[in-house]
């Protein structure tokens, strides 16, 4: 086995290359540390894995660009700005929520307009809604200035006078919060839809997490040229700038500990000397690789957990344009709780499952051949299910017929080629506890110190840091949870 020295005595290694890792190291270079990042698979990026295929190119995770002040903020830190790595698109519409047979309605992308579909539809709900966005953008501020970038060591860092007047919103929950505004079912499932990104069911998740509407109605909804994969490769581009080190197809097999502290990792027979180790990996899998003893969760505590959902995925290249579609794409069509309690109560297959779908090549030509559409389906599932082609066939068919019923055209025979991504590749992809797409749920009771902690509490050396961390799921939070470790680690091992 060979063995890489660190010649500076204050060398991190990093466990994985997703948005989390990628900022986490963007940081602690410009901090001065020499930093290493070893990613099991080819490329950088984690879950914002990217299909090319027949000129078609697809985004295999996240597809939503959301929060853009984030990304702003994080690239300004370094001395840039997001547009001078990539290029940025307001969506107009921001995304199309189908209900019924011919029968949707388009979220416009500014807030005037959207007051004005929801008066459209329900009359006095914009009223309602203007004040349900004052809250909420009350809340965005609260969250985004005090809160998120917390790293949750104790409950005293979340405790303000402005936080305290909120508490009541931590106890209330988003599903009632707006069943007491707006009346209309379709306007309250497009209300309670942003708070899916944050994993749990909207009759479990607090009202303060509204913050999530501001973002969706007031912030817009982005597309990155080319797709979330480039926002990956810039943040890749600017670590290796800052000097990061990042060696692909190097899955960490091995972690050596000597007076709980590591020394070394060890990935493809080689041993990696290091005075931090900081994982972005799946934090379940990371920790399996520790004698019992260090590791501070046990299985219990993982099973007890409200995961994310999974998914399951089809990328497919249809050889037409297709129509009465939107860049974003929502297919509500069926009962939301029914599908809700397949996720979370039951943890089975849903019988009839919502879905959702974006086709980046209605607004990007970069996505698909001229004349052609790239089509990207999700259904969210239940973490662990059973998962085979059969089972994946069976839920393409479902998808395409209603595509077809809804929308009011034939697109099967028209499928140049399909691809499917499901539970078992999360797992073997990313190491994911039982296959879960986007970590651990946002519930109260999973919020801030009640989430799995950033700095182990029996390894002196060991840091966590991603979806499952705080602030919690999505690419915001994971840029975010990147910065909250950085400065962790330095508050500890100050050069
Ligand atoms: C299908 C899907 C759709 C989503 N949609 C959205 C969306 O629209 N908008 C949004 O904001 N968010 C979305 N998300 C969530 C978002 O993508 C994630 O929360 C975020 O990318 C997680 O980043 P991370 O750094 O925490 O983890 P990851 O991206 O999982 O990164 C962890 C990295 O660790 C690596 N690794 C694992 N084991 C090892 C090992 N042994 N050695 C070395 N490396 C290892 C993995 O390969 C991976 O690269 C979506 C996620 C999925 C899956």
């Known amino acids: 086995m060979s063995l890489i020295n660190s010649t500076n005595s204050k060398h991190v290694i990093i466990v994985g290359a997703g948005f989390s890792s990628l900022s986490a190291s963007c940081y602690l270079a410009k901090l001065g540390y020499k930093v290493t990042i070893l990613e099991k698979n080819n490329y950088s990026g984690g879950r914002a894995k990217q299909l090319k295929r027949d000129g078609f190119s697809f985004d295999m995770g996240p597809t939503f660009y959301w929060m853009p002040d984030v990304f702003d903020s994080f690239f300004e830190d370094f001395g840039y700005k997001a547009k ?6 307001k969506l107009n519409p921001a995304y199309e929520v189908y209900f019924g047979e011919n029968d949707s309605i ?3 992308d500014n807030f005037e307009s959207i007051k004005q579909t929801f008066e459209n539809v329900e009359a006095g709900s914009a009223v309602e809604l203007q004040k349900f966005m004052d809250v909420a953008e009350e ?4 969250a985004v200035k005090d809160l998120v970038y917390q790293p949750g060591e104790n409950v005293w860092e979340i405790v303000t006078p402005k936080t305290a007047m909120k508490l009541g919103s931590f106890i209330d929950t988003i599903k009632k919060q707006v069943a007491r505004r707006i009346k209309n079912k379709k306007l309250r499932k497009i209300m309670e839809f942003p708070v899916l990104f944050l994993g749990a069911k909207p009759s479990n998740t607090p009202s303060f997490y509204n913050f999530m509407n501001y973002a969706d109605f007031q912030l817009g909804t982005w597309h990155p040229k080319g797709g979330m994969y480039e926002v990956a490769q810039a943040m890749h581009r600017l670590a290796e700038s800052l000097g990061v080190k990042i060696i692909h197809n190097s899955p960490v097999e091995n972690i050596e500990i000597e007076d709980k502290k590591i020394s070394k990792v060890v990935s493809n027979g080689t041993a990696y000397e290091c005075d931090i180790l900081l994982s972005g990996a799946d934090y379940h899998f990371t920790e399996s690789l520790l004698p019992s003893k260090y590791r501070q969760y046990n299985q219990k505590y993982w099973n007890s ?3 994310a959902p999974s998914a399951l995925l089809f990328y497919v290249g249809f050889k037409k344009k297709l129509s009465n579609l939107s860049h974003h794409t929502l297919f509500f069509d069926v009962d939301f709780d029914e599908h809700a309690a397949s996720i979370y109560d039951s943890k089975s297959w849903p019988e009839k499952p919502l879905f959702y779908a974006s086709f980046p090549s209605v607004s990007d030509d970069t996505c698909a051949p001229e004349g052609q559409e790239a089509g990207i389906f999700l259904i969210p599932l239940a973490p662990n299910l059973e998962d085979n082609e059969l089972i994946r066939e069976k839920y393409f068919n479902i998808i395409i017929d209603r595509v077809e019923k809804l929308t009011k055209q034939k697109v099967r025979n028209d499928v140049l080629f399909k691809q499917s991504y499901g539970i078992s590749d999360f797992k073997s ?3 994911s506890f039982k296959g879960n797409a986007y970590g ?3 519930t109260l009771l999973q919020t801030h110190v009640l989430r799995p902690k950033l700095k182990s509490k029996k390894v002196e050396n060991l840091y966590f840091t991603g979806q ?13 949870s990147g910065k909250v470790v950085g400065n962790l680690i330095h508050k500890y091992h100050k050069l």
């Open 440 to 442: 651990l749920a946002n």
């Open 429 to 431: 992809d990313y190491n």
């Open 106 to 108: 388009k979220i416009g």
């Open 139 to 142: 809340n965005y501020e609260i």
């Open 84 to 89: 001078d790595f990539y290029q940025l698109d």
């Open 468 to 480: 499952l961390t705080v602030p919690g799921p999505g690419v915001p939070p994971s840029i975010i």
């Open 305 to 307: 957990k409200t995961f």
